[in-house]
């Protein structure tokens, strides 16, 4: 069986997701425009989050959030350093989430 044409394609074990599948392609820069002041946001697991690293940066835990009325998904690949018991997980980059932005992780 062959995949649909523009959708992911799985080769000895890897998946790959060409980014024109995508759709429209964004960087999480497009927050920036937003005239809000930032701040930086932490994503907490607690007991469920596993940071074990894999290749290319992949971990078995991973967080998006969904700015409200935009196609845009944002990963937080930021693994917070040295958290607290019950506070691991990710976070944005420094000063990057516009204060007031509605969403869903």
């Avoid at 599948?21 to 946001?41: E, F, H, I, M, S």
């Avoid at 700015?67 to 691991?88: F, R």
Wanted: aromatic content about 12%; hydrophobic content about 30%; proline content about 9%.
């Amino acid at each position: 069986m062959e995949p649909a044409p523009g959708w992911g394609a799985v080769s000895g074990g890897t998946t790959t997701f060409p980014l024109d599948a995508l759709g429209q392609w964004r960087n999480c820069d497009a927050l920036y425009n937003d005239p809000n002041p930032k701040t930086t946001v932490l994503g907490y697991f607690g007991d469920k989050f596993n940071g074990q690293t894999g290749s290319a940066g992949q971990t078995p835990s991973m967080l998006f959030f969904k700015k409200a009325g935009t196609n845009t998904l944002i990963n937080y690949s930021v693994m917070i350093l040295n958290p607290a018991p019950g506070k691991e997980g990710f976070l944005s980059y420094q000063n990057s989430m516009p204060i007031g932005t509605s969403g869903t992780f």
